[in-house]
């Protein structure tokens, strides 16, 4: 990545580790992903727990998470899954806080929660009233790609909106949306309420639609987080994208993973 796009190194918000239940995907292992990081020169990674998405109870899948992040803390900080259909949630999102989770996944289109689900908008507010984003997945994978056995959809933008809206405290970092798809709740939302959403790049093309470019231009870039998907996608797709921005954005800068907010759990161990 040039030095002029990035004033210092990025955290990648959108990774995974884990093995996918519908294909087979190769080492999604921590010790790959700081491998992966170093390489792709980047300071850290915001990592989920991939098959805590597909289970019913995603509460052992965090016990997993926290486990096999343990000797890496200092470059892979973890993103829990916190279902809030489920019982004593609440509980085990304090649990994730007070263990060092710097954001909180959650996966409404898994789950079958409809578009204004009352749960999911109260996540949305305790997530803020703890001074931690809130992470939504738009997809694993396109159409092209997708099983047959994965008949969940796409996340619906309305259900974005819904929960911007649903709390004025909640911080929303939204992963592997489309240009389409971020300019419908973009638009649709307030000033204030834009001011609190962020979306990464994982999925947003470059030339020659330059998407990006495009979304920089009439967005801003500081709506933007650094995203890869790893390991569902290549991890050299968002450098590339930003390394062939035109020009006239060669000023443009990302939004920084530690702006968006400061963690209790990361309070807790300066």
Known sequence: MSADRTATRP???NTLIGPYPYRYVPHPDPEVLVRVLEREGLRGAWVGHLPSAFWRDPIPGNQALFTALAPWRDTLHPVPTVRPD???WEEELRSCVDRGAVAVRAYPPQWGMATHDP??????AACGEAGIPLVLTVRFEDLRQRGNLDVAGDLDPATVRGVVRSARDARVVVTAAGREFIEFVHWGLTPEERARVWWDIS?????????????????GSERFVYGTHWPMRLTQNPRANLDL???DLADARLADADEIATPRGVRNQA
């Open 203 to 219: 999925w947003i093309w470059g030339p020659p639609e330059d998407h990006l470019a495009h979304l920089f231009r009439t967005i």
């Open 245 to 247: 921005l035109p020009d």
């Open 11 to 13: 955290i990648d918000v």
């Open 86 to 88: 489920w019982p004593r």
């Open 119 to 124: 749960n999911l908008h109260g996540l949305a």
